[in-house]
């Protein structure tokens, strides 16, 4: 059983950062794949990030160049450094990993406005 809890989100004008935390509960975080998931009012919901147990990462299109995924084995957290936000960024942020189960956060919401 994987339980994992999104912070992090909240408020902020164009050009502004957030960073966003996911904190897992369980044994062997560091031998998953964790990933950073995103919903849009009214569209489906789309992969941001990953990052895999060896550190490598990836990333979609439109984040690229603007937010960064990382992991702390020891905490058992992964974070997602969310800079030069855009209206569009605007969503649901939902924390993933699969262990043979999907595993998904209850969501943060980050919200990108004047």
């Known amino acids: 059983q994987v339980q994992l809890m999104e912070s992090g989100g909240g408020l902020v004008q164009p050009g502004g950062s957030l960073r966003l935390s996911c904190a897992a509960s369980?044994?062997?975080?560091?031998?998953?794949?964790m990933a950073w998931y995103r919903q849009a009012p009214g569209k489906q919901r789309e992969l941001v990030a990953v990052i895999v147990s060896d550190g490598s990462t990836s990333y979609a299109d439109s984040v690229k160049g603007r937010f960064t995924i990382s992991r702390d084995n020891a905490k058992k957290t992964v974070y997602l450094q969310m800079n030069s936000l855009k209206p569009e960024d605007t969503a649901v942020y939902y924390c993933h990993t699969n262990r043979g189960l999907s595993y998904w956060g209850q969501g943060t919401q980050v919200t990108v406005s004047s």
């Open positions: 369980g044994s062997f975080f560091s031998s998953y794949t």
